[in-house]
Protein backbone atom coordinates (compact mmCIF):
# COMPACT_ATOMS: atom_id res chain seq x y z
CA UNK A 1 0.00 0.00 0.00
CA UNK A 2 1.31 3.22 -0.88
CA UNK A 3 1.77 5.61 2.04
CA UNK A 4 -0.14 8.74 2.31
CA UNK A 5 0.09 11.71 4.33
CA UNK A 6 -2.99 13.87 5.77
CA UNK A 7 -3.01 17.87 7.51
CA UNK A 8 -5.04 17.15 10.81
CA UNK A 9 -5.81 19.52 13.71
CA UNK A 10 -2.89 19.33 16.38
CA UNK A 11 -4.89 18.96 19.84
CA UNK A 12 -1.71 20.86 21.15
CA UNK A 13 0.13 23.79 20.14
CA UNK A 14 0.40 24.63 16.54
CA UNK A 15 -0.70 22.36 13.76
CA UNK A 16 1.45 18.72 11.74
CA UNK A 17 0.87 15.84 9.47
CA UNK A 18 0.47 12.64 10.73
CA UNK A 19 1.48 9.37 8.16
CA UNK A 20 -0.90 6.62 8.12
CA UNK A 21 2.03 4.02 8.23
CA UNK A 22 3.25 5.40 11.06
CA UNK A 23 0.28 5.72 13.18
CA UNK A 24 -3.34 4.06 12.95
CA UNK A 25 -6.15 3.94 15.73
CA UNK A 26 -5.58 -0.06 15.39
CA UNK A 27 -2.41 0.36 17.42
CA UNK A 28 -4.57 0.66 20.16
CA UNK A 29 -5.08 -2.74 20.41
CA UNK A 30 -2.37 -5.33 21.47
CA UNK A 31 -0.36 -7.71 19.41
CA UNK A 32 -1.53 -10.46 21.10
CA UNK A 33 -4.99 -9.58 20.12
CA UNK A 34 -4.39 -9.00 16.68
CA UNK A 35 -2.97 -12.03 16.03
CA UNK A 36 -6.05 -14.32 17.38
CA UNK A 37 -7.59 -11.96 15.12
CA UNK A 38 -5.90 -12.42 12.11
CA UNK A 39 -5.55 -16.50 12.97
CA UNK A 40 -9.13 -16.66 12.00
CA UNK A 41 -8.62 -15.37 8.35
CA UNK A 42 -6.43 -16.57 5.83
CA UNK A 43 -2.85 -15.85 4.70
CA UNK A 44 -4.09 -13.99 1.87
CA UNK A 45 -5.84 -11.77 4.60
CA UNK A 46 -2.76 -11.82 6.91
CA UNK A 47 -0.50 -10.67 4.12
CA UNK A 48 -2.56 -7.84 3.19
CA UNK A 49 -3.48 -6.99 7.39
CA UNK A 50 0.65 -6.00 7.16
CA UNK A 51 -0.13 -2.42 5.61
CA UNK A 52 -2.66 -1.86 8.01
CA UNK A 53 -0.38 -0.25 10.60
CA UNK A 54 3.16 -0.98 12.16
CA UNK A 55 1.98 -2.50 15.18
CA UNK A 56 -0.18 -5.12 12.61
CA UNK A 57 2.98 -5.96 10.90
CA UNK A 58 4.79 -6.95 13.69
CA UNK A 59 1.78 -8.42 15.21
CA UNK A 60 1.16 -11.15 11.71
CA UNK A 61 4.68 -12.33 11.87
CA UNK A 62 3.26 -14.08 15.03
CA UNK A 63 3.69 -18.22 15.49
CA UNK A 64 0.17 -18.29 16.73
CA UNK A 65 -0.92 -16.70 13.13
CA UNK A 66 1.10 -18.93 10.94
CA UNK A 67 0.90 -22.24 12.67
CA UNK A 68 -3.24 -22.41 12.10
CA UNK A 69 -2.56 -21.90 8.09
CA UNK A 70 0.01 -25.29 8.42
CA UNK A 71 -0.90 -28.96 7.66
CA UNK A 72 -0.59 -31.00 11.31
CA UNK A 73 2.39 -33.26 9.53
CA UNK A 74 4.22 -29.86 8.78
CA UNK A 75 7.32 -30.98 10.97
CA UNK A 76 7.54 -34.39 9.05
CA UNK A 77 7.69 -31.84 5.73
CA UNK A 78 10.43 -30.00 6.07
CA UNK A 79 14.33 -30.15 6.84
CA UNK A 80 16.23 -30.23 9.86
CA UNK A 81 17.76 -26.97 9.04
CA UNK A 82 14.26 -24.96 9.57
CA UNK A 83 13.47 -26.79 12.85
CA UNK A 84 13.82 -23.23 14.75
CA UNK A 85 12.50 -20.69 12.08
CA UNK A 86 9.25 -18.91 12.31
CA UNK A 87 6.19 -20.73 11.21
CA UNK A 88 5.63 -18.45 9.15
CA UNK A 89 9.15 -18.68 7.08
CA UNK A 90 8.33 -22.65 7.58
CA UNK A 91 4.50 -21.45 5.60
CA UNK A 92 6.11 -19.84 2.55
CA UNK A 93 8.98 -22.60 2.70
CA UNK A 94 6.09 -25.24 1.85
CA UNK A 95 4.50 -23.16 -0.85
CA UNK A 96 7.77 -22.34 -2.82
CA UNK A 97 9.68 -25.72 -2.38
CA UNK A 98 7.38 -28.97 -2.83
CA UNK A 99 8.47 -31.97 -0.73
CA UNK A 100 8.55 -35.49 -2.19
CA UNK A 101 6.92 -37.71 -0.21
CA UNK A 102 6.32 -41.85 -0.27
CA UNK A 103 9.54 -42.35 -1.87
CA UNK A 104 9.49 -39.93 -4.18
CA UNK A 105 6.22 -41.10 -6.31
CA UNK A 106 4.17 -38.13 -4.99
CA UNK A 107 4.97 -34.50 -4.49
CA UNK A 108 2.86 -31.96 -2.01
CA UNK A 109 3.37 -28.49 -1.87
CA UNK A 110 0.66 -25.66 -0.03
CA UNK A 111 -1.11 -23.31 -2.28
CA UNK A 112 0.51 -19.41 -0.90
CA UNK A 113 -2.82 -17.56 -0.43
CA UNK A 114 -4.63 -20.27 1.05
CA UNK A 115 -2.90 -22.52 2.59
CA UNK A 116 -4.99 -25.69 0.54
CA UNK A 117 -2.67 -28.87 0.06
CA UNK A 118 -2.03 -29.34 -3.77
CA UNK A 119 -0.36 -32.45 -4.54
CA UNK A 120 1.08 -34.21 -7.85
CA UNK A 121 1.06 -38.05 -8.42
CA UNK A 122 4.04 -39.18 -10.40
CA UNK A 123 3.34 -41.30 -13.57
CA UNK A 124 5.20 -44.17 -11.14
CA UNK A 125 2.02 -44.10 -8.71
CA UNK A 126 -0.25 -44.37 -10.75
CA UNK A 127 -2.24 -47.63 -13.06
CA UNK A 128 -0.72 -47.26 -16.60
CA UNK A 129 -2.28 -49.78 -19.11
CA UNK A 130 0.57 -52.10 -20.79
CA UNK A 131 3.37 -50.28 -18.64
CA UNK A 132 5.37 -53.01 -18.04
CA UNK A 133 5.84 -53.69 -22.41
CA UNK A 134 8.94 -51.64 -23.02
CA UNK A 135 7.34 -52.49 -26.79
CA UNK A 136 4.70 -50.19 -25.44
CA UNK A 137 6.48 -47.43 -22.77
CA UNK A 138 9.72 -46.86 -21.18
CA UNK A 139 10.89 -44.76 -18.33
CA UNK A 140 12.66 -41.90 -18.98
CA UNK A 141 14.40 -38.61 -17.48
CA UNK A 142 13.74 -35.41 -18.39
CA UNK A 143 14.65 -31.62 -17.58
CA UNK A 144 11.37 -29.62 -14.84
CA UNK A 145 9.92 -32.95 -14.19
CA UNK A 146 9.56 -32.95 -10.16
CA UNK A 147 10.25 -36.64 -9.76
CA UNK A 148 13.50 -39.35 -11.06
CA UNK A 149 11.27 -41.40 -13.99
CA UNK A 150 8.57 -40.47 -16.23
CA UNK A 151 6.78 -41.98 -18.84
CA UNK A 152 7.34 -42.25 -22.42
CA UNK A 153 4.51 -43.69 -24.90
CA UNK A 154 6.22 -46.13 -27.57
CA UNK A 155 3.62 -47.37 -29.60
CA UNK A 156 0.10 -48.43 -27.92
CA UNK A 157 -3.80 -48.92 -29.22
CA UNK A 158 -5.22 -48.87 -26.02
CA UNK A 159 -4.40 -45.71 -24.10
CA UNK A 160 -5.15 -45.99 -20.21
CA UNK A 161 -3.80 -44.01 -17.02
CA UNK A 162 -5.65 -43.83 -13.97
CA UNK A 163 -4.98 -42.18 -10.84
CA UNK A 164 -6.22 -42.21 -7.23
CA UNK A 165 -6.15 -40.21 -4.54
CA UNK A 166 -7.59 -40.67 -0.53
CA UNK A 167 -9.60 -37.25 0.68
CA UNK A 168 -7.35 -36.99 3.80
CA UNK A 169 -4.40 -36.70 1.41
CA UNK A 170 -6.45 -32.76 0.65
CA UNK A 171 -7.74 -29.79 2.18
CA UNK A 172 -11.56 -30.60 3.87
CA UNK A 173 -14.31 -28.73 2.50
CA UNK A 174 -12.64 -27.71 -0.86
CA UNK A 175 -13.21 -27.90 -4.64
CA UNK A 176 -9.78 -29.01 -6.34
CA UNK A 177 -9.12 -29.74 -10.64
CA UNK A 178 -7.46 -32.52 -11.54
CA UNK A 179 -5.17 -31.60 -14.19
CA UNK A 180 -2.71 -34.38 -16.67
CA UNK A 181 0.89 -33.17 -16.81
CA UNK A 182 2.25 -34.06 -20.25
CA UNK A 183 4.74 -33.68 -23.26
CA UNK A 184 3.83 -33.65 -26.45
CA UNK A 185 0.46 -35.54 -27.36
CA UNK A 186 -1.59 -37.27 -29.58
CA UNK A 187 -2.73 -35.05 -32.44
CA UNK A 188 -7.08 -34.35 -32.69
CA UNK A 189 -8.10 -38.15 -31.03
CA UNK A 190 -10.61 -37.50 -28.36
CA UNK A 191 -9.48 -38.73 -24.97
CA UNK A 192 -12.47 -39.78 -22.45
CA UNK A 193 -11.37 -38.47 -18.65
CA UNK A 194 -13.11 -39.70 -15.42
CA UNK A 195 -13.50 -37.91 -12.01
CA UNK A 196 -15.24 -39.28 -9.30
CA UNK A 197 -15.30 -40.90 -5.95
CA UNK A 198 -14.11 -44.55 -5.96
CA UNK A 199 -17.32 -46.66 -6.31
CA UNK A 200 -19.91 -43.93 -7.62
CA UNK A 201 -20.89 -42.04 -10.55
CA UNK A 202 -17.78 -40.75 -11.83
CA UNK A 203 -18.12 -37.08 -13.80
CA UNK A 204 -17.24 -37.56 -17.82
CA UNK A 205 -15.72 -35.30 -20.21
CA UNK A 206 -13.57 -35.23 -23.39
CA UNK A 207 -10.21 -33.33 -24.38
CA UNK A 208 -7.39 -33.67 -26.76
CA UNK A 209 -3.94 -33.44 -26.08
CA UNK A 210 -2.54 -31.62 -29.33
CA UNK A 211 -5.26 -28.58 -30.58
CA UNK A 212 -3.89 -26.71 -33.01
CA UNK A 213 -5.72 -23.19 -31.60
CA UNK A 214 -8.45 -22.13 -28.84
CA UNK A 215 -12.16 -23.14 -29.29
CA UNK A 216 -11.57 -25.96 -31.97
CA UNK A 217 -14.35 -28.38 -33.07
CA UNK A 218 -13.96 -31.85 -33.54
CA UNK A 219 -16.46 -34.26 -34.90
CA UNK A 220 -16.06 -38.23 -34.48
CA UNK A 221 -19.53 -39.98 -36.29
CA UNK A 222 -22.26 -37.66 -34.80
CA UNK A 223 -20.46 -36.34 -32.37
CA UNK A 224 -18.74 -33.00 -31.93
CA UNK A 225 -16.50 -31.95 -29.38
CA UNK A 226 -15.22 -28.32 -28.21
CA UNK A 227 -11.63 -28.59 -26.83
CA UNK A 228 -9.41 -25.78 -25.48
CA UNK A 229 -5.77 -25.61 -25.77
CA UNK A 230 -3.61 -27.00 -23.45
CA UNK A 231 -2.25 -24.84 -20.95
CA UNK A 232 2.04 -24.39 -21.29
CA UNK A 233 3.30 -24.32 -17.66
CA UNK A 234 5.86 -22.23 -15.91
CA UNK A 235 8.18 -25.64 -15.93
CA UNK A 236 8.12 -26.27 -19.50
CA UNK A 237 5.62 -29.15 -19.20
CA UNK A 238 1.88 -28.74 -20.57
CA UNK A 239 -1.86 -29.80 -18.55
CA UNK A 240 -4.93 -30.31 -19.53
CA UNK A 241 -7.72 -30.38 -17.02
CA UNK A 242 -9.09 -34.04 -16.39
CA UNK A 243 -12.27 -32.89 -14.23
CA UNK A 244 -13.10 -31.59 -10.64
CA UNK A 245 -14.28 -32.47 -7.17
CA UNK A 246 -15.45 -31.12 -4.04
CA UNK A 247 -13.35 -32.37 -1.24
CA UNK A 248 -16.10 -32.43 2.13
CA UNK A 249 -14.18 -34.68 4.10
CA UNK A 250 -11.36 -35.09 6.63
CA UNK A 251 -9.29 -36.51 8.57
CA UNK A 252 -11.92 -38.80 10.30
CA UNK A 253 -14.11 -39.86 7.65
CA UNK A 254 -12.23 -40.58 4.33
CA UNK A 255 -13.14 -41.22 0.23
CA UNK A 256 -11.26 -42.32 -2.57
CA UNK A 257 -11.38 -40.09 -5.74
CA UNK A 258 -10.26 -41.63 -8.76
CA UNK A 259 -8.98 -39.95 -11.83
CA UNK A 260 -8.23 -41.53 -15.12
CA UNK A 261 -7.77 -40.51 -18.99
CA UNK A 262 -8.85 -43.50 -21.61
CA UNK A 263 -8.41 -43.84 -26.07
CA UNK A 264 -9.62 -47.02 -26.62
CA UNK A 265 -10.02 -46.70 -30.44
CA UNK A 266 -7.95 -49.77 -31.44
CA UNK A 267 -8.05 -47.69 -35.12
CA UNK A 268 -5.35 -44.81 -33.89
CA UNK A 269 -1.65 -46.03 -32.59
CA UNK A 270 -0.86 -43.33 -30.42
CA UNK A 271 3.49 -42.88 -29.71
CA UNK A 272 5.56 -40.18 -28.42
CA UNK A 273 3.39 -39.01 -25.40
CA UNK A 274 5.38 -38.34 -21.79
CA UNK A 275 3.70 -38.04 -18.65
CA UNK A 276 4.63 -37.03 -15.49
CA UNK A 277 1.77 -37.17 -13.61
CA UNK A 278 -1.60 -35.95 -12.31
CA UNK A 279 -1.95 -32.89 -10.40
CA UNK A 280 -4.43 -31.57 -7.81
CA UNK A 281 -4.54 -28.27 -6.43
CA UNK A 282 -7.49 -25.91 -5.84
CA UNK A 283 -9.86 -25.16 -8.57
CA UNK A 284 -9.47 -21.64 -9.74
CA UNK A 285 -9.68 -22.16 -13.51
CA UNK A 286 -12.97 -22.62 -15.69
CA UNK A 287 -13.83 -25.80 -17.38
CA UNK A 288 -13.65 -26.04 -20.87
CA UNK A 289 -16.98 -26.85 -22.54
CA UNK A 290 -18.04 -30.01 -24.32
CA UNK A 291 -20.65 -29.58 -27.26
CA UNK A 292 -23.10 -32.05 -28.81
Known sequence: MMSETHSVESSGEGGGEINVSDWSPFDT????????????TSPRDACVFTSVSK???????SDIIWEKFL????????????????????YFYLCNDPVLIEDGKKCVWLENTSGKRCIILSAESLYIKWINDTHCWDWITSPGSRFERVAKVNDVCWFEIRGTINTHELS????????????????????????GVVGKQASKRFFCFD??????????????WYFEKPKEREDGWREIELGRFFNKRGLMNS????MSAIATELRHWKS?????????????????RTVG
Open 29 to 40: LTEDCISNIVSF
Open 55 to 61: TFKSAVK
Open 71 to 90: PLEYPSMIPPSLASSSKMEI
Open 172 to 195: PRTHYSSYIVFKEGFTDLPIEARV
Open 211 to 224: VSTDGQFLKRGRRT
Open 255 to 258: DEFE
Open 272 to 288: GFILQGIEIRPATIQRP
